[in-house]
């Protein structure tokens, strides 16, 4: 006496629909802390960039213009930064110790104030270059800083061919107007574009992230490409190593 096994179609279907829609929800129920999270998870496991303390050597490429070599000192714990940059025939310091700022130009220290107007050295760009290295180099672990404000909803968008999960990021008045964009992989939340715009749809610029580099135990992007949001118009690309 044999047997039947009744094949229901409706019944495959309704399985299927009910995996994508189970996955679709799950998408869905990713809130942007958790996003973070994870994406943090991926970048740094072991947490190590709260007490970082290492070196970065970036060469940026910009059309029609010499490449800049930087060499970043970056000591977290100790609340020291230091950057070495040359480009062409001059090579500036910036070094911040504990809020201390000094500048040296071509091997000179304390350089003459027709110097410093001439070539535009102030400790106001030395923080911003400590600002500008510590946070790009930082993410996305900077964005669990005081004044930044995670948006709760997690986008799936589509960018330049490929498909992310985009984490919206706001700051207080305080420290920035900006809106920021992050796009992860959806299968390993690795951080691999940020984007920024300012008053317009257009302003602002997207950053291209490829290959990595892994530094005390962080992985980071090794190469930084920037790009106009209103034209696509290409700026340079940033190339990190720790030679």
């Excluded at 257009?202 to 490829?210: D, N, V, W």
Aim: glycine share 6%.
């Amino acid at each position: 006496m044999g047997f039947f096994i009744i094949f229901n179609p409706m019944k495959k279907l309704t399985i299927l629909f009910a995996f994508l829609l189970t996955t679709h929800l799950f998408s869905q129920e990713l809130t942007g802390i958790e996003l973070l999270d994870k994406t943090i998870q991926y970048h740094d496991p072991n947490g190590n960039w709260e007490t970082f303390n290492g070196t970065l050597f970036v060469t940026m490429q910009t059309p029609k213009n010499p490449k800049r070599d930087s060499e970043i000192k970056i000591n977290l714990p100790e609340e020291y930064f230091y950057v070495k940059a040359s480009r062409g025939e001059n090579t500036t310091e910036y070094t911040i110790d504990k809020g201390k700022c000094k500048i040296s130009f071509n091997g000179q220290e304390n350089p003459s104030e027709e110097v410093l107007e001439e070539h535009k050295l102030n400790c106001n760009r030395a923080n911003l270059y400590k600002n500008y290295y510590t946070y790009l180099y930082g993410l996305p672990m900077k964005l669990k800083d005081n004044g930044t404000i995670i948006h709760d909803k997690v986008e799936r968008k589509t960018f330049k061919g490929k498909e992310y999960l985009v984490l919206k990021v706001t700051y207080d008045k305080k420290v920035g107007s900006d809106a920021w964009y992050f796009y992860f992989n959806p299968k390993t939340y690795a951080m691999e574009v940020y984007q920024f715009f300012k008053e317009t749809p257009t302003s602002g610029e997207y950053i291209l992230l490829s290959d990595e580099i892994t530094i005390n135990g962080i992985k980071m992007p090794k190469n930084r490409a920037w790009y106009y949001n209103k034209d696509n118009g290409y700026l340079g690309t940033d190339f990190l190593t720790n030679k």
